[in-house]
């Protein structure tokens, strides 16, 4: 098994509302990343665990609240989103965070829009 | 700061060669990745160069210069499915003790035309 899984693919949420991300691997992986694209855009770091750890925060909006239960979950918690909040939030893990040549896997992405 | 730098758009005809520039000026640089992006898809990992020179892949090969701070993909008989966006990302160390995080270009959409 060499997939990252994201659910939901798509998600419609009102500024109010309380939503979750879920990021599943079953590969043994140790670290998972949430990144965020915009449209025609690169991917930009949101946070790093490593180990269970969170070990990078890219000085996200605390509306963006990561969770990870154990080595082979990741969440990301959202609350009082804002329309500029709208991305493809993509997972993704690799083996460590600490190997100089350690690729990362992508998930498909949960594709989110904020009204 | 960090900035990668690589072409918007680039198009080439099927069959043809293409080569796909990155420049990068990064602090702390611990390795150089190309990932392939179908709209709407993941980023599929393509490449890995650490050390200066040429790694090939099959249909594709990635070449980096560390003094220039310099990487290039390039892709052979090329195909329709080719037509994709390109990514240069650099690994960086972070101010953990980790190896640290992936930095990513802008990317560079290239469409293969029959």
């Known amino acids: 098994d060499t997939e990252v899984t994201q659910t939901p693919k798509h998600l419609v949420m009102g500024m109010t509302n309380k939503k979750s991300l879920k990021c599943e691997q079953h590969?043994?992986?140790?670290?998972m990343y949430w990144y965020k694209q915009k449209a025609k855009k690169p991917p930009e770091l949101m946070f790093v665990?490593?180990?269970?750890?969170?070990?990078i925060n890219e000085s996200v909006p605390s509306r963006f609240s990561p969770e990870c239960p154990n080595s082979s979950l990741l969440n990301l918690h959202l609350h009082a989103l804002q329309p500029e909040d709208s991305a493809l939030y993509l997972c993704?893990?690799?083996?460590?965070?600490?190997?100089?040549?350690?690729?990362?896997?992508f998930g498909s992405g949960t594709q989110l829009s904020v009204l | 700061g960090q900035n990668i730098d690589q072409p918007t758009e680039m198009t080439a005809t099927e069959g043809a060669i293409v080569q796909i520039n990155c420049t990068y000026q990064?602090?702390?640089?611990?390795?150089l990745f190309w990932y392939q992006q179908h709209a709407g898809e993941a980023p599929t990992f393509l490449s890995y160069?650490?050390?200066?020179g040429l790694e090939e892949k099959g249909r594709f090969s990635s070449f980096l210069s560390r003094s220039k701070g310099y990487s290039y993909l390039l892709l052979k008989e090329l195909q329709m499915k080719d037509s994709a966006s390109y990514l240069c990302?650099?690994?960086?160390?972070?101010?953990?003790?980790?190896?640290?995080?992936?930095?990513f270009g802008q990317g560079t959409e290239l469409s293969v035309k029959p």
């Open positions: 993704a893990s690799s083996l460590h965070s600490g190997g100089t040549n350690e690729k990362l896997f």
């Open positions: 990302a650099v690994r960086v160390r972070s101010g953990y003790n980790q190896g640290g995080k992936l930095i």
């Open positions: 990064t602090s702390g640089f611990n390795g």
């Open positions: 590969m043994g992986h140790r670290a």
């Open positions: 160069n650490v050390l200066d």
């Open positions: 665990y490593s180990y269970e750890k969170l070990s």
